[in-house]
């Protein structure tokens, strides 16, 4: 967060204060998976994984991160879901049209 200490070498109690209250934040809403998937890899062809959200669980937030041993590789994705009940997938976050990607080899 790019906060200096004082010129004592020690933070500032009221920074302090709200650094643990931000830190706090972050683990409340990213501390808990509902659902994840790890170690997925395929060839640069179209590929899908499905992850099932165990019945009852609720979400507000979907985290996708790509590691980056190997450097940027995604050329594009999108997030789909289906409702509980409905027969129908809609787009929550849709691809990226062919002239705004750039395509990693």
Aim: one cysteine or more; a negative charge.
């Amino acid at each position: 967060m790019n906060i200096p200490p004082e010129r004592t070498g020690k933070m500032n109690e009221s920074v302090v204060a709200v650094m643990k209250d931000a830190g706090k934040a972050i683990n409340d809403t990213f501390g808990t998976s509902v659902v994840a998937a790890t170690s997925i890899s395929s060839p640069c062809v179209d590929n899908v994984v499905a992850l099932t959200v165990p019945a009852g669980a609720r979400f507000d937030y979907i985290v996708s991160m790509e590691d980056m041993v190997y450097g940027a590789r995604f050329a594009n994705y999108s997030i789909e879901y289906q409702l509980i009940g409905g027969s129908e997938w809609e787009i929550l976050v849709p691809p990226c049209p062919p002239k705004g990607c750039t395509v990693k080899k």
